[in-house]
């Protein structure tokens, strides 16, 4: 039977202040949280594209990316959004971008940790159902679960769930934007994503309560670099937080948007770009959001940021002013809010 968590929210960052407030929000330097027995740590990082600008630049170097990033592997799960499809097979359908990888890129994310992708995006079918089918064997060969597209609308929607220290995490993931002309949505008997509908949303977050403790919905939404998620969105996560997820995390944006808490759940609305190949940007901030959830006492579930650079497509954890700069963003990305991880509950 799924499990009450209740929430104590903190963001990481560089100067040691520790408010005394019930559920206050601690600011440290250690930036890099380790495994413990009664926690499990989860990391989530943003769009992540092998081809292009990346694969000129890293070639055949698969260690390169993650060389800076190994704490990375201390999560008991790690998850980022695949926005390419890894084939050398496939016609590129009409559109502005098309993306798509080698498929030994898989061994990236292998070697850097990656325990689980979504591939509910706008690039997943860049290169039709052969791209897609390709990137779920070469996942599927190596280990790494996926959510967010398939073969046919039920594979689409079908939840990843994994059993960490006692307790059951179950993830979803579903693409719409604004408009869906490149969707390439699943049907019945046919390949593509799970399309952004609360009727599909509620039914599967409703099957997955009885089988996970603890739910991970993410969304490929909103506006490419606006750091402002619309109503609709906001409107339509606290929707689905009333369904019974516990975190929601937003991709596409390419920037950062703020971080929102609504009844106790937490709403990553954008994690901008982590390592995002498909354009000639070399140096950009983003963050890494950690969530610990404590295993032994169920007090809740702990949310941290991590600022991060990325450089050549090799991100690194980052302080002093860089990463003062990154947090001042996010709080003015979050002030729209009528509570965010910035503010204590009322």
Not at 8 to 27: G, M, T
Not at 248 to 275: C, T
Not at 328 to 335: G, I, Y
């Amino acid at each position: 039977m799924r499990k009450f968590f209740l929430i104590h929210l903190s963001i990481l960052f560089l100067i040691s202040i520790i408010f005394s407030q019930s559920n206050s929000y601690s600011y440290n330097s250690n930036s890099i949280l380790l495994q413990d027995t009664c926690k499990v740590l989860l990391y989530f990082s943003g769009d992540v594209t092998f081809a292009d600008f990346f694969q000129n630049h890293v070639k055949d170097k698969f260690e390169y990316p993650f060389q800076k990033m190994q704490w990375f592997k201390n999560a008991d799960i790690s998850m980022i959004n695949l926005e390419n499809p890894l084939t050398d097979r496939g016609i590129p359908v009409e559109k502005k971008f098309t993306f798509r990888a080698s498929p030994d890129y898989v061994k990236i994310m292998k070697s850097g940790g990656i325990d689980i992708v979504t591939i509910a995006n706008n690039h997943i079918y860049d290169y039709g159902v052969e791209g897609l089918f390709d990137t779920i064997t070469h996942l599927d060969s190596i280990g790494i679960s996926h959510v967010g597209a398939g073969k046919n609308l039920a594979e689409a929607r079908a939840p990843a769930i994994f059993s960490v220290k006692g307790i059951n995490i179950g993830f979803l993931a579903y693409y719409g934007l604004n408009k869906h002309s490149d969707s390439y949505p699943a049907t019945k008997d046919e390949a593509g994503t799970a399309l952004r509908n609360l009727s599909y949303i509620e039914e599967d977050i409703k099957g997955l309560k009885n089988k996970a403790d603890f739910i991970v919905v993410n969304f490929h939404w909103g506006e490419e670099k606006a750091n402002y998620p619309g109503t609709d969105q906001i409107d339509f996560a606290h929707q689905v937080i009333e369904y019974g997820a516990d975190l929601i995390l937003g991709h596409h944006p390419h920037v950062l948007q703020g971080i929102e808490v609504y009844k106790k759940k937490v709403i990553a609305y954008s994690l901008g770009n982590f390592i995002f190949g498909g354009n000639s940007r070399k140096t950009y901030k983003s963050i890494i959001l950690a969530v610990n959830i404590n295993v032994c006492d169920t007090k809740g579930y702990s949310v941290k940021i991590i600022p991060i650079q990325v450089d050549y497509w090799q991100p690194f954890k980052i302080n002093n002013s860089d990463s003062l700069e990154v947090i001042h963003d996010m709080k003015k990305f979050s002030s729209i809010f009528n509570q965010s991880i910035f503010q204590n509950e009322p």
